[in-house]
């Protein structure tokens, strides 16, 4: 059994800073990789940056250049800071990680339960 915790979400004025954690505990092998998604109100849930084991990250043009993915030196958290906040940037932020459990070696997917990040203009 594998848990994610997120935190980190609120609100924070257009062009602020917010810093979302995502913490990862249980029966892990090894986190494969962590993503972070957003979701906003009737849309589909949009990938937003992720990174792998190896420390190789993506983003979404959106967010380039303004939100930075990066770990822990355990690997099992993984922080998005998020740089010059923009009107379009609210939703609820889902941390997701592919895990190889300890036992079984088998990889399952698994989702926190989402923070909110509101921005005001």
């Known amino acids: 059994q594998v848990q994610l915790v997120e935190s980190g979400g609120g609100l924070v004025q257009a062009g602020g800073s917010l810093r979302l954690s995502c913490a990862a505990s249980?029966?892990?092998?090894?986190?494969?990789?962590m993503r972070w998604y957003r979701q906003v109100p009737g849309k589909q849930r949009d990938l937003v940056s992720s990174i792998t084991s190896g420390g190789s990250t993506y983003y979404a043009d959106s967010v380039t250049g303004r939100l930075t993915i990066s770990r822990d030196n355990a690997k099992t958290t993984v922080i998005l800071q998020m740089n010059s906040l923009k009107p379009e940037d609210p939703a609820v932020y889902y941390c997701n990680a592919v895990v190889t459990i300890r036992w079984t070696r088998a990889g399952y997917n698994y989702w926190g339960q989402g923070t909110q990040v509101t921005v005001s203009s």
């Open positions: 249980g029966t892990i092998f090894m986190i494969n990789f």
